[in-house]
């Protein structure tokens, strides 16, 4: 006779009630924590946080989202490029969705990222995004001067947090670099040097902190008593190419830049190449200083100054903005504008040779 085989008894899934017999808070604490409640205070989160991974709960999002009303989605609108052949792409925004997904790390959000080609295509998915709820929160860079994302998003009341801020006086949450302040303290350290055709390899003047470089590049000659080379500003798509085509062209005028500031590391490469192309020499020729996000100008040759700041934690501050602003917390205390670290590697000064 075959004995019948009794079922086997298998481990229930920890729950809410779980953790709180394991931790002693209350199954309130527990909830308001694992859903990134600012009300809840952060040693007690990140404490309710570990006992959640140790005991390997994870919580029935189809279940919370009946309960709630929420998607416990994060979205992130992502732009795609157009350009033939665009060398760079990608590699700061890989930075960026990798600060965001460790900052949701634990909460019960999950990333939804949108592919966008050009600003109208982003407004008409950040639209749907609102319209249809298919997120709780919403976070975009490529602020727009006039962005009308934020527009939009302000009046709906929807929760959202920009990288970067509009020109616009409004209030909503947003990470920011000072861009003013990084293009001044860059130029006025070229005019310090005794350099007074300086040039600017800078973004698309639609965007906002295009403008604040600007700003800042022209602060830093009225400053010091002179006429700020504007005719040396070139606008672009940021790619290496940009810099090497821009850097050409400005390089053969009759009366050259001696420096060079460029926005980002992809046209600083560009730039370097025009500059070898020419048979010149950084930090002998010509003299250049860029801004980075992940730090590759050490690796240059020569290494060059850089203003340094890693994008990856700009990413971390937008997703815990981010969490803080869809539990309700008021967007005027989520901002946050930082500066870079200024890393000196060449002097940056005109030789005789130049004068």
Request: charged fraction near 20%.
């Amino acid at each position: 006779m075959v004995e019948s085989k009794k079922p086997e008894n298998r481990a229930l899934s920890p729950t809410i009630k779980t953790l709180a017999a394991h931790t002693g808070y209350s199954i309130a604490t527990i909830s308001k924590a694992l859903r990134g409640s600012p009300v809840v205070a952060q040693p007690t989160r990140d404490a309710i946080v570990a006992a959640a991974q140790e005991l390997g709960y994870q919580a029935n999002a189809r279940g919370m989202a009946l309960r709630t009303g929420k998607t416990y989605r994060a979205a992130v609108l992502m732009p795609i490029t157009t350009a033939v052949g665009y060398e760079w792409d990608g590699v700061e925004y890989t930075q960026i969705l990798s600060g965001i997904s460790q900052a949701l790390e634990g909460s019960d959000y999950q990333l939804s990222v949108h592919g966008f080609r050009n600003f109208g295509d982003a407004f008409d998915i950040a639209r749907r995004i609102v319209d249809q709820s298919s997120a709780d929160g919403l976070i975009f860079s490529g602020v727009l001067a006039d962005d009308p994302r934020i527009d939009m998003l302000v009046e709906s009341g929807f929760p959202f947090v920009s990288l970067g801020r509009c020109r616009k006086p409004l209030i909503y949450a947003h990470v920011d670099v000072d861009n003013e302040w990084a293009a001044f303290t860059a130029t006025a350290r070229l005019i310090a040097g005794g350099h007074r055709r300086i040039a600017l390899i800078n973004a698309d003047r639609r965007l906002s902190y295009a403008l604040d470089r600007i700003d800042g590049f022209s602060r830093a000659f009225d400053e010091a008593g002179l006429a700020a080379s504007t005719d040396l500003v070139a606008d672009g798509d940021l790619s290496t190419r940009f810099g090497r085509d821009s850097a050409l062209r400005l390089l053969g005028l009759p009366n050259p830049p001696t420096a060079l500031v460029c926005i980002n590391e992809s046209t600083t490469l560009g730039v370097l190449s025009a500059v070898g192309s020419l048979d010149r020499r950084v930090g002998v020729d010509v003299d250049v200083i860029a801004y980075d996000d992940i730090n590759v100008s050490a690796y240059f040759t020569p290494p060059i100054t850089t203003f340094y700041q890693p994008i990856e934690l700009l990413g971390r501050k937008l997703g815990e903005f981010l969490l803080r602003r869809m539990a309700g917390e008021d967007p005027a205390q989520l901002t946050m504008v930082s500066r870079p670290e200024l890393i000196g590697r060449q002097p940056d000064n005109l030789g005789g040779n130049r004068r």
